[in-house]
T-cell receptor, first 112, second 115 residues
Framework: RKEVEQDPGPFNVPEGATVAFNCTYS??????FFWYRQDCRKEPKLLMS???SGNEDGRFTAQLNRASQYISLLIRDSKLSDSATYLC?????????????FGTGTQLKVEL | DTAVSQTPKYLVTQMGNDKSIKCEQN?????MYWYKQDSKKFLKIMFS???????INETVPNRFSPKSPDKAHLNLHINSLELGDSAVYFC??????????????FGPGTRLTVL
């Protein structure tokens, strides 16, 4: 079983749609949670951190359920520029450092 | 003004060769990382250095040897390249690797193709 699991997609949605991505993680020692965005042939970039209380950044809302080890990302009013791969990421503090474990990503294609 | 830079961007080489990838960050960060992203787009950590000291080594073959001459640089040397080494290698850095709020910033990646 992968440490971080995501539906690979692709999710093809029309502009203006609301789309939700889910992610589950297996290591209960995971301490911090993130969504990264990766455009084609580019590096991953932090989209937002995810907190237990849920957090929002403009059209993006992230939720964390520690009991179920489940993370979600909701994108409202999707734009063409939202097309990318969304990576669910968990951080585990190891002895001496922190280690990010990435999901395989969910591909989003927003169409006209 | 690139925060994390890598060279080269593309690297095509024959099996059995030895090659190096360089990484530099100008963010003043203490911790640097190497990740490998394979053909299935799975991104996995390889190494982490904090202030020139190796702190994470994720069971990478010893043909891969990271070197950190100072905390702004983390180079990756690969001996006896194999076909399976073909991937995109990303360097990253963060302020202080031990803090849970630490954000990692990635370089643009080096696309390695082994023929």
């Amino acid at each position: 079983r992968k440490e971080v699991e995501q539906d690979p997609g692709p999710f093809n949605v029309p502009e203006g749609a609301t789309v939700a991505f889910n992610c589950t993680y297996s290591n209960s020692a995971s301490q911090s949670f993130f969504w990264y965005r990766q455009d084609c042939r580019k590096e991953p970039k932090l989209l937002m951190s995810v907190y237990s209380s849920g957090n929002e950044d403009g059209r993006f809302t992230a939720q964390l359920n520690r009991a179920s080890q489940y993370i979600s990302l909701l994108i409202r009013d999707s734009k063409l520029s939202d097309s990318a791969t969304y990576l669910c990421v968990v951080r585990i503090l190891t002895g001496g450092g922190n280690k990010l474990t990435f999901g395989t990503g969910t591909q989003l294609k927003v169409e006209l | 003004d690139t925060a994390v830079s890598q060279t080269p961007k593309y690297l095509v080489t024959q099996m059995g060769n030895d090659k190096s990838i360089k990484c530099e960050q100008n963010l003043g960060h203490d911790t640097m990382y190497w990740y490998k992203q394979d053909s299935k787009k799975f991104l996995k950590i390889m190494f982490s250095y904090n202030n020139k000291e190796l702190i994470i080594n994720e069971t990478v073959p010893n043909r891969f040897s990271p070197k950190s001459p100072d905390k702004a640089h983390l180079n990756l040397h690969i001996n006896s390249l194999e076909l399976g080494d073909s991937a995109v290698y990303f360097c990253a850095s963060s302020q202080a690797g031990g803090r849970s709020t630490d954000t990692q910033y990635f370089g643009p990646g080096t696309r390695l193709t082994v023929l």
